[in-house]
């Protein structure tokens, strides 16, 4: 009998831990800035990229997507960059302001010029042939834990820290995606600065006197060329092409960074749902962004287990061009989050706060995919249609799932919304060969529960419980 | 000069037998029991599953879907199962009732409890504490011979034959659907059974005493979590992860089994009729099925050569959203379908009855990729853009034919919607090298006739007649 | 620390000649005649084809589409053909008239018979069976220089020469369209002439006696059923199926051939403009061509650098059908494209005329991924994301650009539209650790040109007059 090619998912949790030279983990791979080998060239040391590349990682090459975790220091800014994935970043911790620079579409951030206004640094003569132009650019948008923001391919964006905290930020890079006609692995194409430059440090003292290999994407070009098309001086094309920029892809702005900043968070949100109905969107004011972390704003609600809230292309429709969708959770002590499937994506969980026992289950294997602790800072790869549970632990489990699809419907296997309830109960007997009685139970005893529940109460309970709260 | 890489496509019929012990053909590979060892531990063997996967035949491997055909004794029930592919089963013979549980859909097929009625089974005490629940399920469709009903991936699906003859259903498994992300292979996620321990009872014998291999979707899970989520019992919670189930897939159901069960069909089309109009349909309220067999609805019709009958996303929206197609054609005796090409699709010809001479052609062999006979039973893949022809053998032929794609017209080379119709006459005869004469009669002389010719028949008259009958 | 894998894309321009004997460049493969060897058998010799084929150019099969060039002498006839490629043709020089048979359309294009009028050729006696039908055939239009016309994969297509100057045509086969499912190689089905047999003929000549190699759609049917359906002679069938026919799949047509031809080129354009309004077409009247020479239809045009032309899915909706879009642009002497990349498609550029230096920036090389000269008759990828800048010659450049996609949105590094402009001034500054003032420079010096720049002027000026000229 032929045996069924092997699936090449493996059931594995990866971590990427920040920290001194040597404590990198080694399942960890870095990019950018490399954990294991910070050096003085990277001083004053802005930022710390890390990524899990689908290319070390079969589950990932499986979903056919990589995730990076950045660490963005106070005043630091992640460098204008675009790239061939299709990118969706969930801020874990921190906060900043973000752009996109969109094909085509205005600047409509607009400094108010007043008279006799000049920016700063500006010798007075060529001040005059200028003009005193304010300065006006696209869209600068506010970001705060537990909002994710999406970037299409192609799309220049950056991240600025402007808080007082570290900024983390974790983001899958989808290079699955249709818009993606390059190849598998995230390439990332930087505007400024001299990113390779930064990754291997040591090898490039070893070479000193050789030719510095520099990279952005300015640098390949003929100077004259550049020169010409942007109207400036072989000096400036010189740092426009990063030569001697030993800073890497995420720089320290010493003294911070003036631009035309958004309104508050608040007012913003205000602004927005008078402006927009959520279809008058076109491609120039795309929502990108959205907050998950908002407990009222839940699409799960339990008192007593946690909360879940999905972004999908229903409720941020620039999803429905980028074919992704993400799942934020919380489970409170304990709490079970029922058995289910995806339907029509891969789930990369990532873990945000606390730790739980994660269990996933395929069609191929006598045990479990994986049976074990996922805990905060790690990340695993959920397979479409495979089933996944998890329990969370002691201090509880929060997570961000990212997901392959905008249209990625689950289905669960225990609650409300059980695959036992569309299933005559005379056949769920049959099928397990157990009493009609038993079969009720198993499909209606936690019926009033939807996806997650608290752990040890009684199920009767429970569910009169819930009933009572939500009517 | 270079040589142009050679398409993997072979032409090849492939054949699976039903039989007893060691009459399985050695072209056939089988899935579920395996026709050429059934043990005692099958009985009662309420099925067989026959399946031509992929993997192990080139030309499906090319059009990137398997193939299955299944039959299932009177009272069998294909236990509820999902998949990666998305699937398209047709009815060869008998009758079952069918169902397909969506998520997040309401359960629409709910029993009127009367006063004082009760669950069989139900021992008193619980049943007061379950409450005297009637029960409700989400639709059960019937469905008889010359059906054919569309699932899409992830949503789970069973039959159930309440019938007195064999059921027999021939599926295709499509996995290069953009909806699934897992692998090439049909991967089949089961939620009772243990179908993996049925395929292979003998080496479960040799290993006696070894862990049992066990592998419904619960199987994974671990005992606490299931009984938590399910409000059940640890025995039930044994019965629900198959431990000890020999049954395999498809399980026998000894004294039948009760469901709130569908209308008549006609009741049922009928409804249809009446409460749609082919674009009123949610998700939940999806049509999956299409009667292919009535020669009144048959898109080509020719009294003395058969009739062909399409349907599409046209007639079946829920195809548009598979990007699936399929043709069900009835030849009569020597009849010829015309050779034509499929311009968005392959063609998965299965021979439902009789037999044809089947010629297949593309444009690198000298001479045609395959010339031979289909013959009930056999299968065969017809590329796309390769032109195929059948004529009928003595007793006539009958197929059904899936196709990879939902807009899959074709392109006929004879007959009335001939490309020789679109060029001009004066070409034609430059193409070929014959006289303008020669070139209207190749243009024109079966001009009347739609894809279907009747063999040996004079032209001129045949033209005539069927002139006639359009009228 | 682990290496990105490599791109595969490599810059290289690939070239092919037309030529004599032994003239053809060693980088150069072709088909259907073979240039390097043409010979007797091929006399009169119509046409040429080379084809750029992307099994044997890693660029070509990065970008998952081969490039064919096509020369057709005066009344040569390019013999109906269909292919699993979506096609772009672009006429480089001369003109013809070309049709598309779409399946299931009506033949539009009729002749009025007048009484007593006969066909040439036809014996009395089958003229009055056949009756004294008029022709009728599918739409034929006229192409001319700086025309595109759009294939969909499995249309037949033909293109006849009635002008008195050589056609040449230069077609993009996108392969990776997915409409295709045939595999990733141009498979071309003719449906008259032996196309094999005339590529290597030296080859059948060694092999006389041996069985022909003959190789239209038509060739691998049996005759008799050929002779069925077609309602023909034996001797009409072996001409049919090109036994014994030499001349290629480009034939020269001795006398001319007799259409409906359609009207002048002015005359079908305005009657175009009178019939549709570019949303009312059915697949039966797409419109399938557009003239992209006009430069008072450019979409960019500044009087002393040149203009550029684009044609999408938005001026010619079939291409939304198709996936792709071209670009036609003219560089004037010296003049600049100035450095910008595609978000959404690979860029296939064949010079028409003159030649540029062509640079081409990735995130990966130390250099550029090329640098030097695109001549007439070269073509080279530019992958998708990878910069691209262009300056003309002192003959001055002009290219057709296909490109992989419908959506084909380009981000520009200078000018008008530059992704500097969607920056605040103070993020250049520290960006490339310039002054403000130097920010403002690179953000606005050439900030009033949109993407192609004259060379040598002043900026300050250049601007100015750009400005009196949009006002």
């Known amino acids: 009998m032929p045996t069924l090619p092997q699936l090449k998912f493996t059931g594995a949790v990866v971590e990427a831990r920040l920290g001194s030279r040597g404590t990198a983990a080694p399942s960890a791979s870095s990019r950018g800035s490399k954990p294991s080998s910070p050096t003085a060239a990277l001083t004053p040391r802005a930022a710390y990229t890390e990524i899990w590349e689908q290319y070390n990682y079969d589950q990932l090459d499986c979903a056919g997507a990589s995730v990076s975790r950045t660490t963005i220091r106070s005043n630091g800014l992640y460098l204008p960059v675009y790239s061939n994935a299709a990118r969706l970043t969930y801020v874990v911790e921190g906060e900043c302001v973000h752009s996109e620079v969109i094909p085509g579409c205005p600047e409509t951030y607009q400094a108010f010029q007043q008279p006799g206004q000049q920016y700063r640094g500006g010798a007075a003569g060529e001040q005059q042939q200028q003009g005193s132009r304010a300065d006006e650019h696209q869209k600068v948008r506010r970001l705060k ?112 960074l003036e631009m035309i900043k958004p309104l508050s968070y608040q007012e913003e949100e205000q602004q927005r749902h008078q402006l927009t109905n959520g279809f008058e969107e076109t491609i120039c004011t795309a929502r990108l962004r959205e907050n998950m972390a908002n407990p009222a704003r839940a699409d799960v609600y339990n008192p007593q287990a946690g909360y879940i809230r999905n972004v999908n292309r229903l409720n941020l429709p620039v999803l429905g061009y980028l074919y992704l969708s993400a799942e934020r959770g919380v489970l409170y002590r304990n ?20 730790s739980a026992r994660v269990q996933i289950v395929g069609n191929q294997q006598r045990q479990s995919l994986f049976d074990g602790q996922l805990r905060q800072g790690q990340m695993i790869v959920v397979p479409q249609n495979f089933a996944v549970t998890a329990q969370a632990g002691s201090n509880g489990f929060e997570w961000i799932s990212f997901k392959t699809g905008d249209n990625a419907i689950s289905q669960s296997l225990a609650g409300k919304t059980s695959v036992f309830r569309g299933l ?13 009685q038993e079969a009720l139970k198993i499909k209606y005893n936690r019926g009033d529960e939807l996806a997650i529940f608290p752990q040890g109460c009684r199920p009767q309970r429970a569910m009169i419980r819930n009933l009572r709260r939500d009517a």
Request: proline letters at 4%; glycine letters at 8%; zero cysteines.
């Open 145 to 256: 834990r537990g909002d994710i923001v999406a970037t299409p391919p192609g799309f220049v964006q950056w991240f600025y820290n402007d808080g007082n905290t570290d900024l983390v930020l974790v983001t899958l890079l989808d290079t699955a995606n249709s818009q993606n006609q390059l190849d598998n692995q995230d390439r990332a194409f930087f505007l400024a600065g001299n990113p390779q430059r930064a990754q291997e440090p040591r090898e490039a003292e070893q070479k000193q006197g050789a030719e510095v290999n520099y990279n952005n994407i300015f640098s390949g070009f003929a100077d004259e060329i550049l020169q010409e098309v942007l109207g400036t001086s072989r000096e400036t094309v010189e740092r426009v092409k990063g030569r001697n920029d030993y800073r890497g892809h995420i720089i320290l702005v010493r003294h911070g």
């Open 424 to 436: 005559p109960v005379d056949m769920l007997a049959s099928m397990y060969q157990i009493s009609r």
């Open 335 to 354: 709490a079970i989050y029922a058995p289910h499937w995806n339907l029509y994506s891969h789930s990369i969980i990532y873990a945000t706060r606390g």
